[in-house]
T-cell receptor, first 110, second 114 residues
Framework: GQQVMQIPQYQHVQEGEDFTTYCNSS?????IQWYKQRPGGHPVFLIQ?????EVKKQKRLTFQFGEAKKNSSLHITATQTTDVGTYFC??????????FGRGTQLTVWP | DGGITQSPKYLFRKEGQNVTLSCEQN?????MYWYRQDPGQGLRLIYY???????QKGDIAEGYSVSREKKESFPLTVTSAQKNPTAFYLC?????????????FGPGTRLTVL
């Protein structure tokens, strides 16, 4: 069935370093959403990308949607301790459902 | 986020007992979802409902049951048939079931079966 693969599963960085998480699908996606879950919390919506090749920025976060609409990435520049958490991508199937990746757990050392 | 409540936050049950987790939303959303979260497994869809009195199985529905008698409520019952019920359960809702709609999550219920 439809799957959205996300890597890496874990990432440990020193504060100030950059961080990137990647999502890949074997089939074309209609859209991709990104969520953040703080430790002990629940997922919170960050952004949605719909167009092929789309790039969106939120302060230090840059989100990309691939030209073929099969992959996406989230890049954080100069991480801060407030960036700690698990980042999930969720790909929209052309059949209608949203499929979540397994998430990337980010740890930031001060 | 705000507008979806799940209770209780922590729940303990003995093996062999059914348990019902509550989920209520006041966002007037048509669609509601139940996910299970285990370490390293991400979010796995158990059941979802696009409209009142209708629901569909997700990827891991075995051992679970739901009802959607009211728009605001989507309770999940974890039955004794669920082989490994200890997990973090998240309820979510969205305006409709279109995959372009943002999903809003409740705070979750952490279930431990002893």
């Amino acid at each position: 069935g439809q799957q959205v693969m996300q890597i890496p599963q874990y990432q440990h960085v020193q504060e100030g370093e950059d961080f990137t998480t990647y999502c890949n699908s074997s089939t074309t996606l209609s859209n991709i959403q990104w969520y953040k879950q703080r430790p002990g919390g629940h997922p919170v919506f960050l952004i949605q990308l719909v167009k092929s090749g789309e790039v969106k920025k939120q302060k230090r976060l840059t989100f990309q949607f691939g030209e073929a609409k099969k992959n996406s990435s989230l890049h954080i520049t100069a991480t801060q301790t407030t960036d700690v958490g698990t980042y999930f991508c969720a790909g929209g199937s052309t059949l209608g459902r949203l499929y979540f990746g397994r998430g990337t757990q980010l740890t930031v050392w001060p | 986020d705000g507008g979806i409540t799940q209770s209780p936050k922590y729940l303990f049950r003995k093996e062999g007992q059914n348990v019902t987790l509550s989920c209520e939303q006041n966002l007037n959303h048509d669609a509601m979802y139940w996910y299970r979260q285990d370490p390293g497994q991400g979010l796995r869809l158990i059941y979802y409902s696009q409209i009142v009195n209708d629901f569909q199985k997700g990827d891991i529905a075995e051992g679970y049951s739901v009802s959607r008698e009211k728009k605001e409520s989507f309770p999940l019952t974890v039955t004794s048939a669920q082989k490994n019920p200890t997990a973090f359960y998240l309820c979510a809702s969205s305006i409709t079931s279109r995959n372009t709609d943002t999903q809003y999550f409740g705070p979750g219920t952490r279930l431990t079966v002893l």
